[in-house]
């Protein structure tokens, strides 16, 4: 399941390298909304065009497939540190303590391999489409920036991974309850209630 998640801090080194990487991965974010917002505004502009003037925009096609590995990547990080991938927690929910933060980092540590394999893979297209002047159909846009994105964007990634495993393993040790610098799911109730407050801007 998906559900809201907090993330609490402290002086410690893991929670310092947390927020400073957590600062690029909101640049990041904000990059794909961005883009999302050109791509509408393009959107309006090539049916107003095609509508008024009989003339959509050239290569709108192009445009919009380059940029969908912008809108799906750049938020990837971003929202495995806020704990808003969709996941599978009947058997992991119901662990406490010890158990769940070493079960926490198995899993981390699985979502980091395969993530190293897909850095590998997407490095290798990026390459290929730059090394041999890859581009679209339509009117030739260089497809190597956006294949490049997703390396990038997955290097993110591992990174905020390998700041998990630090945060699941250093809670095993400690036994810790509240572990830091890492997603702690919010029970239905402490979403409800940060809801409320946003809503009405008053705290519960």
């Given at each position: 399941?998906?559900?809201?998640?907090?993330?609490?801090?402290?002086?410690?080194?893991?929670?310092?390298?947390?927020?400073?990487?957590?600062?690029?991965?909101?640049?990041?974010?904000?990059?794909?909304?961005?883009?999302?917002?050109?791509?509408?505004?393009?959107?309006?502009?090539n049916v107003?065009?095609?509508?008024?003037?009989?003339?959509?925009?050239?290569g709108y096609?192009?445009?919009?497939?380059?940029?969908?590995?912008?809108?799906?990547?750049?938020?990837?990080?971003?929202?495995?540190?806020?704990?808003?991938?969709?996941?599978?927690?009947?058997?992991?929910?119901?662990?406490?303590?010890?158990?769940?933060?070493?079960?926490?980092?198995?899993?981390?540590?699985?979502?980091?391999?395969?993530?190293?394999?897909?850095?590998?893979?997407?490095?290798?297209?990026?390459?290929?489409?730059?090394?041999?002047?890859?581009?679209?159909?339509?009117?030739?846009?260089?497809?190597?920036?956006?294949?490049?994105?997703?390396?990038?964007?997955?290097?993110?990634?591992?990174?905020?991974?390998?700041?998990?495993?630090?945060?699941?393993?250093?809670?095993?040790?400690?036994?810790?309850?509240?572990?830091?610098?890492?997603?702690?799911?919010?029970?239905?109730?402490?979403?409800?209630?940060?809801?409320?407050?946003?809503?009405?801007?008053?705290?519960?």
């Amino acid at each position: 399941m998906s559900a809201a998640a907090s993330v609490l801090e402290d002086d410690s080194k893991l929670s310092r390298a947390d927020r400073l990487l957590f600062r690029f991965e909101s640049f990041l974010n904000l990059a794909g909304g961005v883009v999302i917002f050109l791509l509408v505004f393009l959107a309006t502009v090539n049916v107003l065009g095609r509508w008024l003037f009989s003339s959509p925009i050239n290569g709108y096609v192009d445009w919009v497939e380059q940029a969908m590995a912008f809108i799906a990547f750049l938020g990837i990080a971003y929202t495995q540190r806020m704990g808003g991938h969709i996941r599978m927690d009947i058997i992991i929910g119901r662990f406490k303590g010890r158990w769940l933060w070493v079960t926490e980092f198995m899993s981390a540590l699985l979502m980091f391999t395969v993530t190293l394999v897909l850095i590998y893979g997407s490095y290798l297209h990026f390459w290929r489409a730059y090394s041999i002047g890859d581009s679209s159909l339509d009117i030739n846009l260089p497809t190597w920036p956006a294949k490049l994105i997703v390396t990038i964007a997955l290097s993110i990634l591992a990174a905020r991974l390998v700041l998990q495993m630090w945060g699941y393993a250093r809670a095993a040790v400690r036994r810790d309850e509240r572990p830091i610098g890492v997603p702690l799911i919010e029970s239905a109730a402490e979403v409800a209630a940060k809801e409320a407050e946003a809503v009405t801007g008053h705290e519960s």
